[in-house]
């Protein structure tokens, strides 16, 4: 079974469509995320999800909106796209921690999703 | 914020040569470090962690050790195989009460191995 997947793998689109991608994780896990990895590899946080609430929302456009319809899953919904929003997409998730204390648990990661936006 | 810099490549070895990869990071409180690899075409996999200082993450023979006094996480690997070309990522998170932070990466250092 794969721990974290998405769909699709590939999606080519034209700029100023809308589309979504989908994540779900199987690991019981608390807290998920995307990140971008743009042509250079480099990666960021977009956003995460812990118990259905948005806890982290970096400098992203409104036009990108994750929704979470339960624990296991965290989609992202893009609208208006454009060309600038070509890059890898990646979901992952980590355990919550109890309480305040303890030190962050690693996260893992699906196998990415390749927007292409021509 | 939280920052990371290592050493960008590529970075080209014979086979069965020792590698080091440095890292450096800036981070409030007491992060935990990650190594995450990425093989051409796939996702990001963990490869080692440590929580605390002088902690060893160890796996398929790489290490990389907490250390705090120079705020650095450097990977090594005794003989490098040519299955070991991909890129590998240092990377950090805090916790800042409300949950779990996001991942903060270094830009990734693409290790190529040749036979």
């Known amino acids: 079974d794969t721990a974290v997947s998405q769909t699709p793998k590939y999606l080519v689109t034209q700029m100023g469509n809308d589309k979504s991608i989908k994540c779900e994780q199987n690991?019981?896990?608390?807290?998920m995320y995307w990140y971008k990895q743009d042509s250079k590899k480099f990666l960021k946080i977009m956003f995460s999800y812990n118990n259905k609430e948005l806890i982290i929302n970096e400098t992203v456009p409104n036009r990108f909106s994750p929704k979470s319809p339960d624990k296991a899953h965290l989609n992202l919904h893009i609208n208006s796209l454009e060309l600038g929003d070509s890059a890898v997409y990646f979901c992952a998730s980590s355990q919550k921690l109890p309480g305040l204390a303890g030190a962050p648990l690693e996260q893992y990661f699906g196998p990415g999703t390749r927007l292409t936006v021509t | 914020g939280n920052s990371v810099t290592q050493m960008e490549g590529p970075v080209t070895l014979s086979e069965e040569a020792f590698l080091t990869i440095n890292c450096t990071y800036t981070?409030?409180?007491?992060?935990?470090l990650f190594w995450y690899v990425q093989y051409p075409g796939e996702g990001l996999q963990l490869l080692l962690k440590?929580?605390?200082?002088?902690d060893k993450g160890s796996n398929k023979g790489f290490e990389a050790t907490y250390r705090k006094e120079t705020t650095s996480f450097h990977l090594e690997k005794g003989s490098v195989q040519v299955s070991d070309s991909a890129v590998y990522f240092c990377?950090?998170?805090?916790?800042?009460?409300?949950?779990?932070?996001?991942?903060?990466f270094g830009k990734g250092t693409h290790l190529i191995i040749q036979p």
């Open positions: 690991l019981g896990h608390d807290t």
């Open positions: 981070a409030t409180g007491y992060p935990s």
């Open positions: 440590a929580t605390k200082a002088d």
């Open positions: 990377a950090l998170t805090g916790y800042s009460g409300g949950g779990a932070d996001g991942l903060t």
